[in-house]
């Protein structure tokens, strides 16, 4: 048996799924998780001294790649100087100047520790602010570990399960589901609940259902109707945040009231962050009457990390050139995958790869998927030394450290994999 195996099933015996993630599983593809010990750059090594061209990226923190120098310096003298303080710091203060720049919309920012943290305090100041209880959120779209937004849609099919397990009615009862890119099916939800919807939350470029871009004018009209009707609108930049481009918003032209960030911000490091409007952040506790705390939102070790990869996705042409390759990979891989009927969607750094469907548009072709065809080419693509995510339904990415030379080895190798499909 492989230390990885071994060591898996070690991992089985005390921690639930051997996981404390359940993406991390292989449940969706099938076999054992393969127990990681190093990244560097654009590779990892499992612990058998297997390695990969990582195409998952830790679903989504390493833009700059793995153990990027910037992020190893800026760690390193952060830690050696105290890891926190419980009181404010000089860098939360450049961290926080710094993606205002970046994402004009946030007037100010709060940092909090995940993406899960950043989507229920914006929901709760949607909430408080506009005073209604009702929020609409899009089949498909994944929020995180957010109960009044994990229990419904995609994720309750999935597992089957009576919805929503684990809590009370109450907690869901308030949550509207419309389907991705379909307007009608968001202005049924106003008509129905006039006075009631405090905001609209939705992934502008999704993650978990294939990656599917936001049509233009499905946003426009989400905004409109925003405006109409007294409620916010909030962009779950989660996924997309450095990683389509410093946010998708950006490249849509599109402004929300609100934006949730998180992965990327901090190369690596665990962070999530949220902002919008001084009127609205201004009501956060103690300016205002809506509470939202943690002990370790903005601690020095994370801001300073934050603060390194910001200064790396601002040099010139960072995103353009992570595009670039991630275009030439995945066009070369859907050549590669056509007579097998595969796709691969793509947006920025970020693609899905999936099987059995013509296009992506909402979940509903995304649960056409063909998952043992998938399965196959994941198992086959592992095996010649590619990580990708283990699901079709989430987005693989490249990181600046994929050269150009290593995505032609890894179109390769992904070649060689197809062969068993
Ligand atoms: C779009 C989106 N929002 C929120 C989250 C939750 O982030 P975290 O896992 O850091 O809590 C995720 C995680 O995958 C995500 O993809």
Redesign the pocket.
């Given at each position: 048996m492989s230390l990885s195996d071994s060591v898996f099933d070690g991992l089985c015996k005390v921690i639930p799924g051997g996981v404390n993630s359940p993406f991390r599983a292989f449940h969706l593809v099938g076999g054992k998780a393969r127990v990681m010990k190093r990244g560097l750059g654009s590779r990892i090594w499992d612990l058998d001294d297997k390695e990969y061209i990582d195409l998952c990226c830790a679903?989504?923190p390493l833009t700059l790649g793995h153990a990027h120098p910037a992020i190893v310096q800026a760690v390193t003298e952060a830690v050696s100087e105290g890891a926190i303080f419980g009181a404010p710091n000089k860098w939360e203060l450049e961290m926080a100047e710094r993606l205002i720049e970046l994402v004009p919309s946030m007037e100010m920012v709060r940092f909090v520790n995940?993406?899960?943290?950043a989507?229920m305090s914006s929901l709760r100041v949607a909430r408080s602010v506009t005073g209604r209880p009702k929020i609409v959120k899009f089949e498909g779209c994944?929020?995180?570990?957010v109960a009044p937004l994990d229990a419904v849609g995609k994720e309750a099919d999935e597992s089957g399960g009576p919805v929503p397990l684990g809590t009370t009615p109450a907690v869901t009862q308030d949550t509207l589901l419309a389907e991705f890119n379909n307007i009608a099916s968001v202005e049924a939800l106003f008509q129905k609940f006039p006075q009631q919807i405090a905001c609209i939350i939705l992934?502008p470029v999704t993650?978990?259902m294939g990656v599917i871009e936001a049509e233009n004018r499905f946003l426009t009209a989400l905004q409109n109707l925003c405006q109409k009707h007294g409620s916010l609108l909030i962009f779950?930049e989660?996924?997309s945040g450095f990683r389509v481009d410093t946010t998708a918003q950006k490249r849509l032209g599109i402004e929300p009231d609100l934006t949730?960030l998180?992965?990327a911000v901090a190369g690596g490091l665990p962070v999530?962050a949220y902002g919008g409007k001084k009127e609205l952040m201004e009501k956060l506790s103690p300016l205002g009457p809506i509470y939202q705390a943690g002990t370790f939102c903005g601690n020095p070790v994370t801001m300073r990390a934050g603060i390194a990869a910001l200064k790396e996705y601002s040099k010139p042409g960072f995103f353009e050139n992570l595009e670039a390759r991630c275009r030439y990979l995945c066009r070369n891989l859907a050549e590669i995958l056509r007579p097998h009927q595969g796709i691969v969607p793509h947006c920025g750094g970020m693609f899905s790869v999936g099987f059995g469907v013509s296009q992506l548009r909402h979940h509903n072709d995304a649960f056409q998927q063909d998952t043992e065809r998938f399965a196959k080419f994941f198992h086959a693509a592992l095996a010649q030394g590619v990580y990708l995510p283990p699901s079709t339904f989430d987005a693989a990415s490249i990181s600046s450290a994929h050269s150009q030379d290593e995505i032609d080895l890894c179109l390769e190798k992904l070649k060689q994999a197809a062969d068993v499909l």
């Open positions: 679903w989504g995940s993406g899960a943290e989507v994944y929020h995180g570990h992934e993650g978990s779950d989660v996924l949730c998180g992965k999530g």
